[in-house]
Each structure stands twice: as C-alpha cells, then as structure tokens.
C-alpha cells in the first residue's frame, strides 16, 4: 500500500488531498482512470483475490502429514500436542468434495475427540463425536467414544445407546467384542450410581434476558448533531437498547482466540471453515451463520439406520442435529469472502467490515447491484473533509482496491466508477467514526502464588484476581451509532456474543442525552489527553460536561505536592492550567476569567463540584492560577526539576516490581520511592494510585498479603476521588481486593464483595453472572468461608 501511494503522481494527490464530500466522485474517478492502468496496481489485485497465491485454501497434503504428527504425539501421551496437530489438520483438511476427504474430517474429529476425552475435556469431546457423525451417522468409532464420554459424564442411558449403535455400525469381530465389554462397564457403573445421574446445570446456556421498555427519542444539538434521549426518567441500571449488528469483524490479534462469529473466546474444540483455512467459529452453528448453509451440509449415510429399532433410529438424528440457528434475514458475512481468497484476510479489518456492510446492503435488497445503496446506514455521520491527506488518499485507494475484490467474489458484479468508489470512501469514513469495539471481560487469577504459597491461600482463585478488557471485534449498530460520546457517561456498553447491550449507571431523567464513553473518562485521563485523543480518532472536539465544565478529577489528576509537606494545596502545571482556562472561557457570564473567586462565583458551573473542589484543596481564592504556584499558599516549585525526580521513581518503582526476583532489597527501595512520589505529587494524583497498585502486586508476589491489602486500599482511596464511588473501575479495584482478602481471611472481604457485586450489578444489571462467572465463586466462597468460621 505505502508503495502504491508513493506512485500516484502528484497532482492528483492533491487533488485527493483537497477534496470534500462534493467533489469526491471526481477525485474518485481521476485516481480509478490512473490506477485501471497501473501495472503494480493490477498485480496487487491479482495477488489479493488469488487462492493459490496465500495458500489460505484446503491442502490434504498438510493435512494427512499433521494428522500422523498427531498421532505420533498421541501415542507418546503428548495429549496438547496432539490435540494442537488434529486441529491443524481440520483447518486445512478438503470438507466438501470427495467421499474419501470427508472420511478423514470424520477421523480427524474422532482422534481429536480420543485426546479431549484424555485431557478430561468431555463436553468436547462429544461435541466432536458429533462432528464426525454428522459427516458419517455409521461410523462405530465415533459412537463408541461419544458412549465412553457420556459415561465419564453419568450420562449412562445415552452412553449405553451409543454403545448400542455402534454395536450395530462395528463390521469387525474384535470390534464388537470391544464394544460389549466396555458396555459392560457401563452397565455397571450405572448400576453402583445409586442416585440418578446428575445432569449438568448448563442453565447459562439460556441468557437472562430482561425487557427494556424505554421509548428514546432522537435529539439535535448544534455541539453533537443527532443524539439519543430518553423519553422518560430512567432508574439507574436499566437495559435502555439491545440491538445486533449490522455487520461485523474480529479483530486480527484475535483470530486464533476467538470465534469469528459470535467472538466469544474459541473452546478447545474450535471447528474451522469448511472452504477456506481462515476463520474458527466455536460451533458448528456459528460456522454455519457465518458461512451460510453450503457449511457442514453432508450427505449422510443412513445405511445402518434401518437395522435399528425406532427409539434408537430417533436418538441418532437427534445425536446429529446441528442446534437451530436464529437465521431470520441474517447474513452470511463471511461467504463471499470465502473459498482461500486472501483479500479478507490481508486487508485491514475496516476495510473487510466495509466490504461485508456492503455486501449486506446487496442481499438485503435482493442482490441488487446496480448503484450502492446503503439503506439504514447511509445517515451515518463522518468527518471526510476533516480527514488528513494522508487517510484522504488511503481511503481512496483501499475503496478502489474493495470494489475490484468484490467484484471476483460469485454474485457481485459491483459497478466500479467515480460514483461507487467514492460511495466506499464515505462508507469507510462512517465506519471510522461509528464503528464500536466489541469487547470481552476476561476474569485473570495470578495462581502463581498459590503454587509458591500454597499454604498460605484458602481460596483456590489466588491472592489476586484481576479484571481486563479484552479488544476482539470491530461492529457497525445502525441504531447504536447515534450514541453520542462523553467523558463523563450516564450509560455503559457491553456486549453478549454479538448484541450490543447499552445500561444507565446512573438516574436519567426525561430529556436528558444518553451518552457513552467512546474511551477516554474523567479520572482516567485528564482533559487535554482526552480531548486530543478524541480530535485523533475520531475527528470531534469534545463538548462533553467533562471537557467543558470544570471538575475536581481534571484538577488534580496530574497535580504535584506544594513544596511545603505540611500544606495540601495543589500545583498545576501550564497545559493543564491552560486547557481549565479554555473552560472558562467558554463560560459567558465570567468577567475575571483567571481568578478563582470568580470561578467559584459562577453560577453556570456545577457548584456542588467546584465546592467539593475548593473544600478538599483548600484553594485560597487569591492566588491567581499560574503554573508552579500552590493554588493555597503561593509557594513556588520547580516543575521540571519535580517531574524528572516523580519520573525517575516511578521508572524505578516499576522496574523493582517487573523484576522477576521480587525481594524484600527491591520491596524496601519501591517503598523509598513511593515516598518521594508522595512528597512530589499531589495525594490525589493518579500515578500515586498506580504505584498503590503496583506494589499491592509486589507484596503479593513475595507472599506478604498484609501489606498487599493495605497498599491496594490506598490505591482504591485515590480512585474513589477521581471517579465516582460507584464507577467501576472502583469494582474492578475490589476484585483484586477481596481475593487478598480472602487468602488473608479478612472479614473485610464480605464487604468488599457486596460492594463490587452492587457496582457491577449497575454496569451490567441480570447479566453480570453470565459476563463474569468467577465473580459468583467469589461471592460463594466468602460466604461460605465466613460462615464456616463465623469470621464475619
Ligand atoms: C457515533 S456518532 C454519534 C451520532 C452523531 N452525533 C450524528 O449526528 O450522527 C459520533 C459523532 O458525533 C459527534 N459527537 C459525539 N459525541 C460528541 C461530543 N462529546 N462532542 C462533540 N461531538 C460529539 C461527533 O461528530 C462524532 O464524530
């Protein structure tokens, strides 16, 4: 691509450089009458829709060759090998020729299956029988395992019909004789359960799901354009919208971690696309919502069917139906990229998530291809004319590159001109500004410690549990998309499989915009961080409450120490100090826009705030705000001699803690050094709170969780200063609380879990549980730990 760039000749980078939303089919069409004629361009089209040139097609070769590896490994007991060699195999294995290629799908499934049942992975590994019996209903091996694994599970009524079919379905002598003896064990393992056999609770299987009854109501602002309000007052905590997506992308990192489907992390055993070697979907059904219904689609061999009695006739079509998928008028996102093209997998993910919206759009008007037409998304706000000339040209040539890829796919004759390739520079463009970051919670426990310390934790999770978000896919919400931005949010998103879910953290009433955070907050960044980082990604000047308002958080977030230790003014430095008189700016009614007495008089500020401020800094209204001053006694310090000394102790803090020999030498110098910061920054500086953290780690690792607890306490100290106490970044701060807690037996953990539980029962409601199932563990074992030894 940078190559390309550098060689479309200059004046029509300027041209491109120079050009709105007016004149971009011109710009559109000059660079399409340069590029159709281009050698290299022509050549890098070649390359991107060619299966052979990727290799991201099926290879039988490749796959009988992993296929013995994971035999060999198998045989050695090398189970994670093995199951590592399988799978390989499956991905580039030919599923939907030959009788002989679909014979060794099946055989892949059922060794694979062999090694999950090995590894104690028995849902797994049914789920692979059932793979294989799909592709072949009379396979006995497969049968045979499938018994053995619902045996393991106490599911001896279906093991011994497994058992029996596979009977039935085995031609040799020696194979049956296997067979009756292990349905012998059965028989009487189900004799000796005297009770029934425990079925497994799968009630997560079905989500909870709650109405949401909240009419919103689209608004206009002069500052935002279009937004969402709601209609009425709306309690904390209440679902406001579901929707799904219109189209959807995982991100690259993710590809081998997660489903390319429904993006919930990939279970042991990941099935992948029956016509190319890209995606892993989690099931069978994702694979099929993805790739439509030509996956997974066998002819199967009913021959056996007819020696059997009915009941079991019915339990083997049961055994091999694919659970239904909720199909409406969903579409296949990942068909016309399919069959080992390497375009969607080379090219970046909102180019390909383009290319899908568009296809979209195609179906969903009955393959119409004439013009694009975009539909129910075409409103969708963008900031081309904003765009540098860098991304102007990007665009142009990437959206060139799109349309000539479609246009190999079966079914797409899109129309390449001036009009539709500047149609896909805007559709691009609309993706940079609404597209939203599908997200996973992921629940981390450290277990190191209790490897190390084993004695000293009664909680098996470890001394500390930690919450991240992971990034996995990238989506477009025609509704959703009218979200607008603020740094300081009234609703929270999350995501469940695919289906945005938006939840208000906080009252709402009638009329009021309901606001998200597209990512930076007040507490995390302060304001002139956030403000850049919005104008760079997403091309807006925030007009949030945060950004325009003055606020506590902003001030203090980065402040330093006075220089005298025994006073508790704050000392700002110049970019923070300008970027606060920019607000006040914009404030109409301040004559003295540098005094603080006429900051506090102001009655368009939220005064509640501004009192809470000047109460808890003391500020002496009259000092002027300069950089370096105490905004309390006027005393002077020098910020760059106080920066690089702050610098150095976190530079060195940190690196006592990254060292992988934590001793109580480095411990005492990170306390030495936590000192300084806190007699150099101000109390409630964030880099304080971070230093907290970090040594709550530290402590943890060697062992000494008192001090732990104490350090993580004051981390969570600072926090509640910066956000609100019932942000949740204060819950996820009570994770890693309550699990040094619990392996210290402090009765402060019963707390601690109720009041993370309460804070992430308001971010996300009836689902908590099922996006964090750890935290219910949690619960139950300080409950039950407490109670045990009535603690509490
Ligand atoms: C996802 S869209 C939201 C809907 C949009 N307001 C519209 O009219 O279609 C994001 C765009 O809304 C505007 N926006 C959202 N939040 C904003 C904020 N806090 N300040 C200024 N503009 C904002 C920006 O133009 C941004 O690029």
């Given at each position: 691509m940078e190559k390309l760039k550098s060689l479309v000749p200059e004046t029509l980078k300027q041209m491109i450089a120079e050009s709105t939303t007016d004149d971009l089919p011109s710009s559109c069409s000059s660079l399409l009458d340069f590029l159709l004629h281009f050698e290299p361009f022509q050549r890098m089209v070649n390359d991107l829709t060619d299966p052979e040139v990727a290799l991201c097609g099926k290879n039988k070769e490749g796959a009988l060759e992993s296929k013995q590896k994971g035999n060999r490994c198998f045989l050695s007991g090398d189970y994670a090998n093995a199951l590592n060699f399988y799978t390989q195999a499956l991905r580039v294995a030919p599923m939907d020729a030959y009788e002989q290629d679909r014979k060794l799908v099946a055989t892949l499934y059922v060794n694979r299956a062999s090694v999950l049942h090995k590894m104690g992975l028995v849902g797994e590994c049914v789920r692979d029988c059932n793979r294989a019996l799909r592709i072949s209903s009379n396979y006995a091996k497969a049968w045979f395992r499938r018994g053995k694994a619902n045996a393991s599970m106490g599911k001896y009524e279906d093991a011994i019909r497994d058992l029996d079919v596979a009977k039935t379905a085995e031609s040799?002598?020696?194979?049956?004789?296997?067979?009756?003896s292990e349905m012998k064990i059965v028989l009487d393992q189900q004799y000796k359960a005297a009770s029934p056999s425990t079925r497994h609770n799968q009630n997560n299987s079905n989500m909870l799901d709650e109405p949401h009854q909240m009419k919103l109501q689209c608004v206009t602002t002069p500052e935002k354009g279009k937004g969402l309000a709601s209609t009425v007052d709306i309690p904390q905590a209440s679902l406001v919208h579901t929707e799904d997506p219109f189209a959807t992308i995982i991100l690259k990192h993710c590809r081998e971690t997660h489903c390319h489907y429904c993006l919930n992390e990939l279970p042991a055993d990941k099935v992948p696309c029956t016509s190319c070697s890209i995606p892993w979907y989690c099931s069978q059904k994702c694979c099929i919502e993805a790739g439509g219904e030509m996956c997974c689609d066998y002819p199967n061999n009913q021959s056996i069917h007819k020696y059997l009695p009915d009941n079991l006739q019915k339990y083997i079509v049961e055994a091999t139906l694919i659970a239904d998928s909720e199909r409406d008028d969903q579409i296949s996102e990942h068909k016309h990229e399919c069959k080992g093209v390497p375009w969607p997998a080379v090219l970046p993910s909102e180019i390909v998530l383009a290319g899908r919206v568009l296809v979209n759009s195609i179906i969903k008007r009955g393959g119409s291809t004439d013009s694009i037409n975009l539909g129910e998304i075409s409103d969708l706000s963008h900031h081309y004319s904003k765009m540098p000339p860098e991304s102007k040209l990007e665009l142009h040539i990437f959206s060139a590159v799109l349309s000539c890829c479609l246009q190999h796919c079966n079914g797409f004759e899109i129309p390449i001109n001036g009009i539709s390739i500047s149609q896909i520079v805007i559709l691009i463009s609309q993706i940079r500004v609404?597209?939203?970051?599908?997200?996973?919670?992921?629940?981390?426990?450290?277990?190191?410690?209790?490897?190390?310390?084993?004695?000293?934790?009664?909680?098996?999770?470890?001394p500390t549990s930690n919450v991240e978000q992971v990034r996995v896919g990238q989506a477009i919400y025609a509704s959703g998309s009218l979200f607008n931005h603020s740094c300081r949010p009234n609703i929270h998103a999350y995501f469940l499989s695919r289906t945005l879910h938006i939840r208000t953290t906080e009252y709402v009433s009638a009329g009021c915009p309901l606001e998200l955070s597209y990512g930076p907050q007040v507490g995390q960044w302060d304001c002139k961080d956030r403000i850049k980082f919005l104008e760079d990604?997403?091309?807006?000047?925030?007009?949030?409450?945060?950004?325009?308002k003055m606020n506590f958080s902003d001030l203090v977030l980065n402040a330093f120490h006075c220089v005298k230790l025994n006073c508790s003014g704050i000392v700002l430095e110049s970019s923070v100090i300008n970027c606060e008189k920019e607000k006040l700016k914009h404030l109409p009614n301040i004559i003295n826009t540098d005094s603080i007495v006429s900051l506090l008089q102001a009655e368009e500020l939220n005064i509640d705030d501004i009192n809470k401020a000047a109460n808890d800094m003391q500020i002496n209204s009259f000092y002027q705000l300069n950089p370096g001053y105490c905004l309390k006694c006027g005393s002077y310090r020098d910020l760059e001699s106080s920066s690089v000394a702050a610098n150095?102790?976190?530079?060195?803090?940190?690196?006592?803690?990254?060292?992988?020999?934590?001793?109580?030498?480095?411990?005492?110098?990170?306390?030495?050094?936590?000192?300084?910061?806190?007699?150099?920054?101000?109390?409630?500086?964030?880099?304080?709170?971070?230093?907290?953290?970090?040594?709550?780690?530290?402590?943890?690792l060697v062992g000494e969780l008192q001090p732990a607890m104490e350090h993580c306490k004051a981390s969570i100290e600072i926090l509640e200063k910066l956000y609100n106490l019932n942000h949740i970044v204060i819950g996820y701060e009570l994770v890693k609380l309550s699990s040094i807690q619990l392996s210290l037996r402090d009765s402060g953990a019963v707390d601690s879990i109720d009041r993370l539980y309460q804070i992430f029962s308001c971010y996300y409601g009836s689902h908590t549980d099922v996006i964090f199932p750890d935290l219910q563990f949690l619960r139950k074992e300080g409950k039950t730990y407490f109670a045990k030894y009535q603690l509490t």
């Open positions: 040799s002598v020696g194979g049956k004789k296997q067979i009756e609404n597209s939203m970051t599908v997200v996973r919670m992921k629940f981390i426990d450290q277990h190191e410690l209790v490897d190390q310390f084993g004695n000293l934790s009664s909680w098996e999770g470890g990604e997403y091309s807006f000047r925030c007009q949030c409450t945060g950004c325009s150095n102790c976190i530079r060195r803090l940190q690196n006592s803690i990254d060292s992988k020999n934590v001793s109580s030498t480095t411990l005492l110098g990170a306390l030495s050094s936590l000192g300084v910061l806190r007699s150099t920054l101000h109390a409630y500086n964030r880099r304080i709170a971070e230093a907290e953290d970090n040594l709550a780690q530290a402590f943890c």
